[in-house]
C-alpha cells in the first residue's frame, strides 16, 4: 500500500528531510528517491542501491532543478536538470518530489522492463491507485525519445491494473510467457447464490482454476491467516481449484507450471487452443 515506507525508505526520508533544510525552493526529489518517499514498488536491490552509500560508495539522494538551472552538485546527491514541466507534489512531510507517474517515467533509463512492469503495476492497483492505464500511456507517449523511452513501451504493454502486490504481478508475467492462459486479475468470485465472497488474486473463471500468492505475512498475522484460509475454503466449496503459491514454489518455475497447466486441463482448456484472458 503506499505511503507505508520499508526500513530503507524511511532512512532515505530521514536523509532527505535533512537535505530538505538547505534545498532551494525550485529543487525536488526524483527518481529513486521520490519513489521510495512515494512507496512506489521499487525492486529490492534497487532500493537498497539508493540508500547504502557505505557499501556502494555512490550517491544516496536523487534531487532535480528545472532546467536551465544547474543539477545540484553535492557530495551524497545525484543532481538532474529535467523540464520545467514536470509535475511536482508535496508530501504530508513537507518534501517536494516529482510526480508519481513522472517518476516512472524517470527510472526507465535504470529498471528493467520487468521491473517497469511491477511498479507500472503498482500504479494503478485496487487500493489507492495513484494513476490509471489511461495516464501511464499518455505519459509514455509523451515521454518521446528520451532516455528508458523503448523499456516504457515495452513494459505498458504488459502493466494491467487491480493487482496488489509486486508478486502477484511476478506470476502473472511467468505464467503467460510461459504460454498459458492470462489470468483475470483480482477477480470477483460469488458462491451458488450469486453472493460475492471474496477476491481471487489470478482467476480463471472459465475454468474454475484460481491461483493465490501466500506472502509471509499472511502467516504472520494470526487473524489475517484465518481469514484467508476460510475464504480459500469457500472457493473450494464452489468448485473452484486453488493453487497456492508462495517464494519457494515460484522459485521451481517447472513445477509451479505444471500444476497450472494440469489444473487448467482438469477444467476444460487444450494448449491447441489461443490463450486468452477469461
Not at 11 to 37: C, E, K, N, V, W
Not at 54 to 61: E, I, K, Q, R, W
Not at 131 to 136: H, K, N, P
Amino acid at each position: 500500500m503506499h505511503g507505508q515506507l520499508s526500513t530503507e525508505a524511511r532512512g532515505i526520508a530521514d536523509l532527505a528531510a535533512a537535505y530538505a533544510t538547505r534545498m532551494p525552493p525550485d529543487q525536488y526529489f526524483s527518481h529513486g528517491t521520490a519513489a521510495a518517499l512515494l512507496g512506489l514498488r521499487l525492486p529490492e536491490v534497487h532500493l537498497r542501491h539508493v540508500s547504502d552509500v557505505s557499501v556502494l560508495g555512490g550517491p544516496m539522494l536523487d534531487v532535480s532543478a528545472p532546467t536551465p538551472r544547474r543539477a545540484p552538485r553535492l557530495r551524497g546527491v545525484r543532481g538532474h536538470e529535467l523540464l520545467s514541466s514536470v509535475r511536482i507534489r508535496t508530501l504530508p512531510s513537507g518534501l517536494r518530489v516529482s510526480d508519481a507517474v513522472e517518476t516512472w517515467c524517470q527510472l526507465a533509463a535504470e529498471l528493467s522492463v520487468d521491473d517497469l512492469i511491477v511498479m507500472g503495476d503498482g500504479l494503478v492497483c485496487r487500493q489507492s491507485p495513484l494513476a490509471t492505464v489511461s495516464e501511464l500511456t499518455a505519459a509514455v507517449a509523451g515521454w518521446g525519445a528520451r532516455p528508458g523511452g523503448p523499456a516504457l513501451r515495452r513494459a505498458l504493454l504488459d502493466i494491467r491494473s487491480r493487482t496488489d502486490s509486486a508478486r502477484e504481478t511476478m506470476l502473472r508475467l511467468m505464467i503467460v510467457r510461459a504460454g498459458l492462459p492470462e489470468p483475470v486479475v483480482n477477480f470477483e468470485i460469488c458462491n451458488r447464490f450469486g453472493a460475492v465472497i471474496g477476491l481471487g488474486d489470478l482467476a480463471y473463471p472459465s475454468y474454475r482454476v484460481l491461483l493465490e500468492y501466500d506472502g509471509g505475512q499472511h502467516r504472520s498475522d494470526e487473524r489475517q491467516f484465518h481469514i484467508d484460509i476460510s475464504r480459500l475454503d469457500a472457493f473450494m466449496e464452489e468448485k473452484w481449484r486453488v493453487i497456492r503459491v508462495n517464494k519457494s514454489l515460484m522459485q521451481q518455475r517447472s513445477t509451479l507450471l505444471g500444476k497450472v497447466g494440469t489444473a487448467l486441463e482438469a477444467g476444460g482448456w487444450s494448449a491447441t487452443r489461443p490463450s486468452h484472458p477469461s
